[in-house]
Structure formats: structure tokens, C-alpha cells
T-cell receptor
Framework: DAKTTQPPSMDCAEGRAANLPCNHSTISGNEYVYWYRQIHSQGPQYIIHGLKNNETNEMASLIITEDRKSSTLILPHATLRDTAVYYCIVRGGMDSSYKLIFGSGTRLLVRP | NAGVTQTPKFQVLKTGQSMTLQCAQDMNHEYMSWYRQDPGMGLRLIHYSVGAGITDQGEVPNGYNVSRSTTEDFPLRLLSAAPSQTSVYFC?????????????FGSGTRLTVV
């Protein structure tokens, strides 16, 4: 599975967009990029995933660069409830697509 | 739908005791996994299963056993509890396939071994 690199922490002001970067320079052609978040000590929550096209859902947008070596999760209007640890994960190819391996993530603090 | 249900929510064990953490899902998911999360750390994969009767080891399998006799249940057994196994344990389930969306996680079992 490709490894990911994320900044350990970020902050943004409430109501502003939060842009969380992720580097996955060793990603292979059949690997998806997944984003999860963990609020305090709750179980992780799935946010969004994509292969090569940009994706949007009710929670966030995912922008993947054309070479697929990096991506950005965008929370368009961050609220205090978005304070959490955000994990960018590259889910493996067909031999290991069931495994989800977590890194250390980005701790996002949304300031009032 | 209840989603992924973990029991118990809290447990204190003495060193050397054994116990089983229960995990059940009602979404007919084929994939199930167990993770542990130590204080201030990320999640580490213990064991996983791609279907009934099939299990495999993750990143940190030592000291734990699993079995998958049904699609719904994936219990995690601690054979002889040690203080190093003090952690929060999360169970998760998913459908097969890369594009099928993400894993659904349970709310966790907080285990303390004294």
C-alpha cells in the first residue's frame, strides 16, 4: 500500500474553508484515496474517497492532482464540530483492498 | 440499522485474564477488521476478515485471536491480558471493492489491564 504524508496539525477559523493536504507520491494506478476523520475518542468516520476525478459530497470535496501524487480535502465552511484528526489513506490494490492502514493524520483545530 | 455494535463499552481486566470483545454488524458486510488505538496514537490493524471462515493478521496480531463463523459477527479474543494491551479497540466493516465506499466503525471498547 502506498504511504501518505500529512502535516501533523493545522488550524482554521470557523466559517472559513479548511484545506487539508496529503502527499501520496507512490500511489499506483488502481489505488483509491480515502479520507476519514476521528472526533475526540469516537470511532473514525468515513468522509469521501476518489480515484482520479475530483469528488464532492455533503461533507467535503476531494481534489486529486492530475498525476495523482497528492490530494486536498476541502471542508468548505468549517465549524467547531469539524475539529478532529483527519486521516488520508491510500487503499491497496486488489490483493489488499480490504485492508485500511492508518497513518498519524492531521489534527485540525477550528477556532471560534 | 444499528450499524456496527461493540460490546462491552468498558472493561477492566487483571493481568493474565482472558476475554472476548464482541463485534456485530447488520449491514451484510463481507469485510470486517479490528483495530487498537493507544492514547495519542493512530489506529493499528490487529486482524481482519474478508468473509465467513477467512481471517488474516494485520499489523499487530500478537496476543489476539479471531474467528469468523458468520457474516455478522467477528469476535476478538485476548488470550492472556497484559498491561500493554490497555487500549481502545475499534471494530469496522465494509463491502468489497475499491469504489464501494468506506468502512463503518463501531464506537469502541475501552480496555484497561491492571
Amino acid at each position: 500500500d502506498a504511504k501518505t504524508t500529512q502535516p501533523p496539525s493545522m488550524d482554521c477559523a470557523e466559517g472559513r474553508a479548511a484545506n487539508l493536504p496529503c502527499n501520496h507520491s507512490t500511489i499506483s494506478g488502481n489505488e483509491y484515496v480515502y479520507w476519514y476523520r476521528q472526533i475526540h475518542s469516537q470511532g473514525p468516520q468515513y468522509i469521501i474517497h476518489g480515484l482520479k476525478n475530483n469528488e464532492t459530497n455533503e461533507m467535503a470535496s476531494l481534489i486529486i492532482t492530475e498525476d495523482r501524487k497528492s490530494s486536498t480535502l476541502i471542508l468548505p465552511h468549517a465549524t467547531l464540530r469539524d475539529t478532529a484528526v483527519y486521516y488520508c489513506i491510500v487503499r491497496g490494490g486488489m490483493d489488499s483492498s480490504y485492508k485500511l492502514i492508518f497513518g498519524s493524520g492531521t489534527r485540525l483545530l477550528v477556532r471560534p | 440499522n444499528a450499524g456496527v455494535t461493540q460490546t462491552p463499552k468498558f472493561q477492566v481486566l487483571k493481568t493474565g485474564q482472558s476475554m472476548t470483545l464482541q463485534c456485530a454488524q447488520d449491514m451484510n458486510h463481507e469485510y470486517m477488521s479490528w483495530y487498537r488505538q493507544d492514547p495519542g496514537m493512530g489506529l493499528r490493524l490487529i486482524h481482519y476478515s474478508v468473509g465467513a471462515g477467512i481471517t488474516d493478521q494485520g499489523e499487530v496480531p500478537n496476543g489476539y485471536n479471531v474467528s469468523r463463523s458468520t457474516t455478522e459477527d467477528f469476535p476478538l479474543r485476548l488470550l492472556s491480558a497484559a498491561p500493554s494491551q490497555t487500549s481502545v479497540y475499534f471494530c469496522a466493516s465494509s463491502t468489497p471493492g475499491q469504489g464501494a465506499g468506506g468502512y463503518t466503525f463501531g464506537s469502541g471498547t475501552r480496555l484497561t489491564v491492571v
